[in-house]
């Protein structure tokens, strides 16, 4: 089964190199953050937490780096970009990341798991199986930005004393110790609305359904939408700034533009492109 | 209501709508909600039949309690559980966001801690009661045949508006009580003031999205603020090209601070001589006109030459100059203070220093914008300030009271030691506490009455920041589910019960809360209602979650007046600031019985579950101390002992503990975690309006060789040359994204 997934894996990939990236998916979900616009306040993490069932671990677990937040907040002191760190003060302040699964097209996670619990959906999704999911951990080791968790413990058990258990979302399971999870893109809330497309008989329309981050981003700094559709907000974001998938380095006509995905020199084919924090200096 | 007939006038009094004739316009009323799922058209929960649709979330309209700003909200709602919470588009204050806190709001619905019972003091223990058995001992202490004095029974809440204000005030005049005490520990009462005086409106609307320069002094507007939410999304059209500059001058790194182009540290205290500095600078070398200022205003200007104010503030005359350059260049501007700045003896002189740049530089009318008025004074916002606790504490010491009420806020965990609330708290004879939860309030008193949650409850609600100059919203709050605990009653049934316990008249028709809201919309001025029959205007303004009211106009006035700051004077025993911040999250410490948000990182700190103390790399080398290490902070009136964070983020003279943990009570998640900074606070106060100094707290820091270890998220502070997040400078984004949105 994983030799079967490897191979399909490489055939993409190859053909997405050959190709400015692979378009043989009905979606291509993605997002575009605006770090001129993320204040770092932290709301999109709890919306994400209220959303997907995540399991608080507690402060003895989190010390050990356990913390469940599909969505976290980096924050940086240093700016590479704008010269040197010796300064006194933080003079501008702090870098804000929100980093969640990048959704990678070509997903480092999904060729090493010996049982495929990890792969690739028909809407351009790295999807988790939980009950496929073996907890091998491979994949967590093989993903560069760190996004994925493990249940090391059955965290329902703490997590949710009653009536807090009232509060879970029925349309996605609880996770149980063993297995390996992070950010699906909110699945449960673009099947809903597939689902209501497919029962009125059209197409997707971008806007109609979004994810619990983007949705409650305070200064909108998060867009998420199909990138299959030329139409929708994000692909025209990604449009204007020039950022394409398919290629490791990105080449803009105005070399000064905005837009960038992280760590795409490694061909991992993220579908979530950052727009630079700005400063004025 | 039936019974009896009262004028008109008066019926509206007691609807709330009693006002001062008001000028109304027609509201734009949906028809239908538009629903993420299931497309159903939906009123209220109220309504059985659309009620459960089995396996199809539907959203119903509220308003988020979390904190004083009244957000809009959307309960998601499946099989008779409320799930989810976002924000309602519709709302003028939020546009469909919320904040962490409000998204955690399903967490303090169902938070495990909730107490579910009356509870009366029987010796000295609290045990469980009948509400029967509650209500009773209440009727003895102050019902109609009690020999209560109402001079001597008073009422202690946070921040309230709408009907349940209308409710509480026709409860107090029944009594005979004149004291209402409304605190919040986060509040913006010294620049209120100011404001009041100096524009003639205590709650100008600040449109930092129409200036292109915002400069700060402290104010943490996407913060600790009085609408967060409303604030951050209109920094989100600031940041938009032609992207507005942002300078933030503080003590301590803010949430706001973090995302300055430039951020100064100050030492809290000097901000009011900085800020004359700048004018100084302005006028005297930038040709701003003075002219038109008294003679008293244009004598202290001079006075605060930039060399003296660089002396004081320890800011070069070369950074006052660029910042008074900047303030010159890019125009219009807005100029604000916050909590560091008026929290000091001379708070709010040093915040009309900082208002006077906005009339100097021309920001009047242009930046900051008149609120108008809004035309039902008796469901008008009663907005917290420090000084009510002060008064109160000082009532209490004067053994003034035999009945007070607590509501809505938590005294006991956030008054400063120094004013022995506790001690004086326990001569009081009969202390009633309103709440959720058995906070460190209702554990010491006599009577606690199990509210319902936000989510189970009815109220309306008028939030004093957002909305536009022509209208603003009163918010709807209505239940999104049935009550988890069958003895839990609401805020609004239980004044009901305690006015016809009363025997007063108006109020003895109405079977509850709901029941007089009902009839309070039945009689909404027909120029709110825009004609529509009782009926199709209540299901109509559920489905909104507000109805909007045509304000007054207002109009912003510009009365400089002198304001001299004293000098600061360095304290050589206690030789350090200290910084009680507020953050987005544990606010108060209201929200620190929610797991979501103690596992929340701090957006600074990135720590989570327990308190820490920031402190400038250089302090912390002086100290022989790094990250995790116990340092012990100590003021006149007591020392606490934290583990430290070091960034360079804080003024090398201050050391900062955010407030909002350190609970001795609140439940499994809050008890016995972390500290209270608030706890040794100095006896400060701001010499014109009474308020609590907060950043007026003298400390000193030494090292409490204890090695440790900080719980927070990453292990890494920089981005060791990866590109994680690639920053641009303005002069680029101008470039590419320019005045307009086109992208070359
Ligand atoms: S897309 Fe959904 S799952 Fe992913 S981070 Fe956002 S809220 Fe969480
Ligand atoms: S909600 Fe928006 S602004 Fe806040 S941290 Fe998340 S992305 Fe940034
Ligand atoms: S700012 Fe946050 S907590 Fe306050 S009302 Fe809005 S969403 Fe709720």
Redesign the interface.
């Known amino acids: 089964m994983s030799l079967s997934n490897l191979l399909n894996d490489w055939t993409r990939y190859r053909q997405g190199i050959e190709e400015g990236g692979f378009h043989d998916y009905e979606h291509i979900f993605g997002m575009a953050i605006d770090?001129?616009?993320c204040?770092?306040?932290?709301?999109c993490?709890?919306?994400c937490?209220?959303?997907n069932n995540l399991a608080?671990?507690?402060?003895e677990k989190?010390?050990k780096?356990q913390?469940m937040?599909w969505l976290?907040?980096?924050?940086?002191?240093?700016?590479?970009?704008?010269g040197a760190?010796d300064?006194?003060?933080?003079?501008?302040?702090?870098?804000?990341?929100p980093m969640m699964c990048q959704q990678c097209n070509a997903a480092t996670c999904e060729p090493v798991c010996p049982v495929a619990a990890t792969y690739h959906t028909p809407d351009g999704l790295n999807a988790q199986v939980y009950n496929r999911c073996i907890g091998s951990r491979y994949c967590s080791n093989n993903c560069p930005y760190r996004l994925r968790y493990f249940n090391f413990y059955s965290y329902y058990e703490t997590?949710w004393?009653?009536?807090?258990?009232?509060?879970?979302?029925?349309d996605l399971s609880v996770r149980d110790k063993g297995v390996m999870e992070k950010c699906t893109f909110c699945i449960q809330r673009i099947r809903?609305a597939k689902d209501?497309a497919q029962r009125e008989e059209r197409e997707l329309v971008d806007g109609e359904?979004t994810t619990?981050c983007a949705?409650?981003?305070?200064?909108?700094?998060i867009q998420f939408g199909d990138l299959q559709d030329p139409n929708s907000k994000v692909s025209q974001l990604w449009k204007?700034?020039q950022v394409k998938l398919g290629t490791t380095e990105q080449s803009k006509q105005?070399k000064?533009?905005?837009g960038?995905r992280?760590?795409e020199s490694l061909n991992t084919e993220p579908c979530v492109m950052?727009l630079?924090?700005?400063?004025?200096? | 209501m039936s019974g009896h007939e009262i004028k008109r006038r008066d019926f509206l009094k007691v609807m709330g709508w009693g006002g001062v004739g008001a000028t109304l316009a027609g509201c734009d009323m949906p028809t239908t909600v538009t629903l993420e799922e299931g497309k159903e058209e939906v009123v209220s929960y109220m309504s059985p039949e659309e009620f459960v649709i089995p396996g199809i979330g539907i959203y119903y309209a509220s308003t988020c309690q979390q904190c004083s700003a009244g957000c809009g909200i959307y309960g998601r709602v499946r099989e008779g559980r409320v799930l989810k919470l976002e924000g309602n588009p519709a709302s003028q204050i939020n546009g469909g966001k919320l904040c962490q806190m409000g998204q955690a709001g399903v967490q303090t619905h169902y938070n495990p801690d909730r107490i579910t019972k009356p509870m009366l003091r029987k010796g000295k223990e609290l045990v469980e009661v009948s509400w029967d058995e509650a209500m009773a001992e209440l009727d003895k202490r102050v019902g109609k045949s009690s020999s209560v004095d109402g001079q001597r029974v008073a009422w202690f809440s946070g921040s309230m508006s709408g009907h349940q204000s209308v409710l509480l005030d026709a409860y107090l005049e029944s009594v005979g009580s004149k004291s209402h005490f409304v605190y919040e520990a986060i509040n913006s009462a010294v620049s209120r003031a100011v404001n009041a005086e100096m524009l003639g409106d205590a709650t100008p609307h600040y449109r930092f999205d129409k200036a292109a320069l915002l400069l700060s002094f402290g104010a943490d507007l996407l913060g600790a603020s009085s609408s967060p939410v409303h604030y951050s999304t209109q920094y989100g059209e600031f940041r938009s090209a032609p992207r507005g500059m942002h300078v933030q001058i503080e003590p301590s790194m803010s949430l706001t601070g973090a995302n300055a182009d430039l951020w100064q540290p100050v030492i809290p205290g000097t901000e009011g001589v900085l800020a004359y500095g700048l004018i100084n600078m302005l006028v005297n070398k930038m040709g701003y006109d003075a002219s038109g200022l008294s003679l008293e205003v244009r004598g202290l200007i001079g006075k605060y030459d930039p060399a003296y104010a660089a002396k004081v503030t320890g800011i070069s005359e070369e950074r006052i100059e660029k910042i008074a350059g900047l303030l010159k260049s890019k125009s219009p501007s807005l100029v604000l203070a916050g909590t560091s700045t008026e929290g000091q003896r001379d708070g709010y002189n040093a915040t009309a220093a900082v208002t006077l740049l906005n009339v100097i530089l021309g920001n009047v009318g242009k930046t900051i914008e008149s609120s108008g008025t809004f035309p039902f004074p008796q469901m008008a916002a009663k907005a917290g300030s420090s000084r009510d606790l002060l008064s109160f504490a000082s009532a209490l010491g004067k053994k003034q009271y035999d009945v007070v009420f607590f509501h809505g806020t938590n005294p006991v965990h956030t008054a400063p030691n120094y004013l022995g609330l506790v001690d004086n708290l326990a001569d009081v004879p009969f202390k009633v506490t309103l709440s959720m939860f058995l906070d460190e309030t209702a554990a010491v008193s006599d009577l606690v009455l199990p509210l319902l949650s936000s989510l189970e409850d009815w109220g309306t609600h008028v939030a004093d920041v957002g909305g536009s100059t022509q209208t603003t919203d009163v918010t709807i709050q209505q239940p999104l589910m049935k009550q988890l605990y069958d003895d839990t009653r609401g805020f609004g049934d239980i004044v009901l019960s305690l006015l016809k316990a009363r025997g007063v008249e108006e109020y003895t028709g109405f079977d509850d809360y709901y029941a007089y809201l009902r009839d309070a919309f039945s009689s909404t001025p027909e120029a709110i209602t825009g004609g529509l029959g009782t009926k199709a205007f209540w299901q109509g303004s559920l489905q909104k979650g507000a109805v909007s009211i045509q304000l007054d106009k207002g109009a912003l006035q510009s009365n400089p007046f002198a304001s001299e700051v004293s000098e600061h004077k360095a304290d050589p025993s206690y030789p350090m600031h200290l910084a009680p911040s507020a953050r987005l999250g544990m606010w108060d410490g209201r929200h620190a019985n929610i797991p979501w948000l103690q596992e929340a990182p701090d957006q600074i700190s990135k720590v989570v579950w327990e308190s820490w103390a920031e402190i400038h790399p250089s302090t912390a080398a002086k100290m022989g101390v790094t990250n995790g290490d116990m340092i012990k902070v100590e003021s006149r009136q007591g020392a606490i002992k934290v583990k430290v964070y070091v960034h360079r983020g804080v003024h090398p003279n201050v050391v900062a503990v955010p407030m909002g943990r350190g609970h001795e009570q609140y439940g499994r998640y809050a008890k016995g975690r972390g500290v209270n900074p608030l706890k040794i606070l100095s006896q400060v106060t701001e010499n014109k309006t009474g308020e609590l100094a907060l950043y007026g707290t003298r400390v000193k820091v030494s090292n409490a060789s204890d090695k440790g270890t900080l719980i927070h998220m990453g292990d890494s502070e920089s981005q060791v040359g990866r590109k994680l997040v690639s920053t641009v400078t303005a002069e680029v984004f101008k470039n590419t994204e320019g005045g307009g949105n086109s992208v070359a």
């Open positions: 770090l001129n616009k204040i770092g306040c932290n709301a993490s709890i919306a937490y209220a959303e608080v671990v507690g402060e989190f010390a780096d913390g937040h976290r907040i980096e924050r940086y002191w240093d700016e590479p970009d704008l760190d300064q006194e003060f933080q003079e501008h302040g702090a870098s804000f990341l997590s004393p009653a009536p807090l258990d009232q509060q879970l979302n029925p809903v209501t359904f619990a949705q409650t981003c305070p200064t909108s700094a204007q700034y105005n000064e533009l905005r960038y992280v760590f950052y630079d924090r700005v400063r004025e200096v």
